[in-house]
Every structure is written in structure tokens, then in C-alpha cells.
């Protein structure tokens, strides 16, 4: 017979082991904040403790004119996150500092931002003929009324002669910057070297602290052109465009006070790829009044507004043909600004 000692001290051993498996199980965390413990040998039970959330922002997702933007937080404790929206502006302020590729861009823009569900659209260009980044430092640095500038509130553009850079800046709380260097030194960095002070005068002297620097890709020439800076392409359009694009991709772009491109040379190229080929431009290097136009437009618009091209169904008076290829060049813009660097071969090959 057992000792009742012995039979005590089994006795207290087995009531730790079935203790300690009783309280086996895995715990893991539930969408309410609680641990709930399983058991091979018992139901699933509920223990609730909720989170004391402290929450830190992990990133933010600027909002454009018409696309709503977000700051997203998270949980230190639990890792619950959430975001809180910003909500567009349906304001579009946009300045350019161009020549008469800003011009083609931004022809048709009013009225494409209005169709889009812009409230307010207010554009600007500075414009002289040709203009490098060098010429237009040159006439910043000297306050030089040398420029046409273009302005456009109401659909109608108006012209303003012997008009200086400071006080275009200082017109409006223009939202967005437009910058472009003139067709020979797209593809050449060695060009670019009084960009940055342009870009620090806009910076110090614009009046709405929150306006965002956007650079404009243009598009390489017509490949028949005889035009003198095509000869530092050798003449070959794809040399042009890759050449530009490059600049764009490796120093413009990665420049933390570019807040965007604007990729029309690569929509414009894409177009080139359809049934249309190689005849959207009018002289050669400016865009065709209709089709080239159109479909620069339309890229500006994505690029500066966040705005839905496939929603756009203006079309000018002048121009009633447009809209017998609009998917197609709403095709060419959303490829451009999925792959703003690289030809998309376009789906409309036939007419």
C-alpha cells in the first residue's frame, strides 16, 4: 500500500501538470483588439484588452486639384492604421515658363480642366520663342520685361507684351510651375545649368507657399525635320526622345524640389505608334493644331490635376474630328503616365 504522503505528493503533481496544460493554446490578435486562446482541449475563449493607441503618421499622399490626397497613420502598439483624406482643391493655378511648346501644352488646358471639374482655372505663360533656361535666367537675373505673356480665366486667351518673370510670379497664387528647356538641349545636361537658380527664384518669390515645381517632357521632332537643333540628334527622332528622356529620368526627375513630369513627349510618341504614325506635328516640331494638340493637353491635364483622362469629353468647336479618336488619345495619355519614360505600342493601328 502507498503512504498517504506519497498519494499526497502524486496527487499535487498532477494537479500542476493538468494547471499547466489547461493554459496551453496560442494567442493571436483579432480585429477588436483582444486575444483569443485555443485550446486542442477546450473552447475558444475571448480575453478583450484594448489597445491604448498612440499613432504615429506614416505618409502622406499629396492631394492634386481633382484627386483627393490622404495622411495615413498607424498604431505603435497594435499596428492598426488608418488615414484621413485631403481633399482636392477643384482649384488649377498652373505658370509656365516656356516658349511655343508651353503653347501647344497648354492650348486647350483651360477648357479640359473645366470639363474635368475644375472650378477655378487660372493659367499663365510666359512666352518668348525658342527660350532656353539660359535665356531665361538671363531675363530673370536682369529683370527683363522681355516676355508675351499669355493668360487665360475665362476659355479666351490674352496676350500682355514687354511682361518680366517676378511680376507674372506675383500675379496669382499660382499652385503649379511649369518649366521646359527649348529643343536642342532637351537631351543634354550641360544645359541645364542655370536651372536650379530659376527653380530658387520661383521658390523665394512665389506668394502661395505651397506651389509645386513640374517639369514638361516635350517631344522629340517629326523624323523628316530639317530643323537645325534636330541635327544634334542626328537627325533621328528616337535619339531625340531617348535622349531627352533620360535627362529627365536621371536629373530632372530625382530633384526633391520636382514634384512631377508631365510626360507629353512620350504620350506624343505613343500616338506615333498608331495609325496616325509619324504626322502629329504641323511644321515638323509643332504639334498639329487638332490630334497633336489634343492629345498634349489632355497629358497636362493628368499630370497637373490627378484628374480622370477617360472621363474627358470636351472636344474643340474647331476641331469636331477629335472625337472620332478619343479613346485613342486617351490611350496614349494614360500609357504616357503609367511608363512616362518608355513607348507604349497603341492598340489603334488601324483606322
Not at 64 to 71: E, F, M, Q, T, V
Not at 80 to 107: C, Q, W
Not at 115 to 127: K, P, Q
Not at 180 to 200: K, R
Request: aromatic share 14%; net charge neutral; with cysteine.
Amino acid at each position: 500500500m502507498y503512504s498517504k504522503k506519497f498519494l499526497l505528493t502524486v496527487s499535487l503533481f498532477l494537479a500542476i501538470v493538468l494547471l499547466f496544460s489547461s493554459c496551453s493554446g496560442t494567442y493571436f490578435k483579432t480585429e477588436n483588439n483582444t486575444k483569443t486562446q485555443e485550446s486542442e482541449n477546450s473552447p475558444t475563449q475571448t480575453e478583450t484588452k484594448p489597445c491604448t493607441h498612440s499613432y504615429s503618421k506614416i505618409g502622406t499622399t499629396p492631394a492634386k486639384p481633382l484627386r483627393d490626397g490622404a495622411i495615413d497613420f498607424s498604431c505603435m502598439n497594435c499596428g492598426h492604421t488608418y488615414s484621413e483624406p485631403i481633399p482636392a482643391t477643384k482649384t488649377v493655378r498652373v505658370l509656365a515658363l516656356g516658349n511655343s511648346f508651353t503653347v501647344d501644352g497648354m492650348h486647350y488646358l483651360w477648357d479640359i480642366c473645366k470639363n474635368g471639374g475644375a472650378e477655378t482655372v487660372i493659367l499663365g505663360n510666359l512666352y518668348i520663342g525658342n527660350c532656353t533656361l539660359d535665356k531665361h535666367w538671363g531675363n530673370i537675373s536682369g529683370n527683363k520685361a522681355a516676355y508675351k505673356f499669355y493668360k487665360n480665366t475665362d476659355g479666351n486667351w490674352t496676350t500682355t507684351e514687354n511682361y518680366r518673370v517676378l511680376d507674372a510670379i506675383k500675379e496669382e497664387d499660382w499652385d503649379l510651375f511649369v518649366f521646359h528647356q527649348a529643343g536642342a538641349g532637351v537631351g543634354f545636361v550641360n544645359t541645364f545649368a542655370n536651372f536650379d537658380h530659376i527653380i530658387d527664384f520661383f521658390n523665394q518669390n512665389k506668394t502661395n507657399p505651397n506651389a509645386k515645381m513640374m517639369w514638361h517632357l516635350t517631344w522629340a521632332y517629326q523624323g523628316n525635320s530639317k530643323q537645325e537643333a534636330f541635327a544634334k540628334y542626328d537627325y533621328d527622332q528616337m535619339k531625340m526622345y531617348t535622349a531627352a528622356t533620360t535627362v529627365v529620368k536621371e536629373y530632372i526627375a530625382p530633384k526633391e524640389t520636382i514634384a512631377g513630369v508631365i510626360p507629353t513627349g512620350t504620350a506624343i510618341q505613343n500616338l506615333r505608334t498608331s495609325h496616325f504614325g509619324d504626322t502629329v506635328t504641323r511644321d515638323t516640331y509643332h504639334l498639329s493644331y487638332n490630334y497633336g494638340r489634343y492629345t498634349a493637353a489632355l497629358t497636362w491635364y493628368a499630370a497637373l490635376t490627378g484628374g480622370d483622362v477617360d472621363a474627358i469629353d470636351w472636344i474643340p468647336k474647331q476641331y469636331p474630328g477629335v472625337n472620332s479618336f478619343l479613346p485613342l488619345f486617351k490611350e496614349c495619355v494614360n500609357n504616357a503616365m503609367k511608363n512616362p519614360y518608355q513607348i507604349t505600342q497603341s492598340s489603334f493601328t488601324k483606322r
